[in-house]
């Protein structure tokens, strides 16, 4: 597993923008991914899963109904739809994986991430 994530940027409050994660590997489709994201100055912190087979996701609570995360097995990607971006969205986003089976939200379950992309949104 290898994990290349991008997208980032700078953009204005309520602006979108959308991540996308590449595994390089072949195991992609048995994979639960995530994306986890860390401000300056805090703990990084979980900010939406989804399962191997895109059945299940879950979200953090002040992301749900703003960002959606997606799948394409085909294509090795994992993304991150991000829409109506508030200034407390800036941080680095990064991409996780593992084969957990499950949605997990703890980002010590997860084995596999992407080096980081930087999300800034201007006020």
């Known amino acids: 597993v290898q994990l290349q994530a991008s997208g980032g940027g700078l953009v204005q409050a309520g602006d979108s923008l959308k991540l996308s994660c590449v595994d390089s590997?072949?195991?992609?489709?048995?994979?639960?991914m995530a994306w986890f994201r860390q401000a300056p100055g805090k703990e990084r912190e979980f900010v939406a899963g989804?399962?191997?087979?895109?059945?299940?996701?879950q979200y953090e609570n002040d992301v749900r109904g703003r960002f959606a995360i997606s799948r394409d097995n085909g294509q090795n990607t994992v993304y991150l739809q991000m829409n109506s971006l508030r200034p407390e969205d800036t941080a680095v986003y990064y991409c996780?994986?593992?084969?957990?089976?499950?949605?997990?939200?703890?980002?010590?379950?997860?084995?596999?991430w992407g080096q980081g992309t930087q999300v800034t949104v201007s006020s």
């Open positions: 996780a994986a593992d084969l957990l089976g499950a949605l997990i939200d703890r980002e010590d379950k997860f084995r596999y």
């Open positions: 590997g072949d195991s992609f489709s048995s994979l639960t």
């Open positions: 989804i399962s191997y087979h895109a059945g299940m996701t």
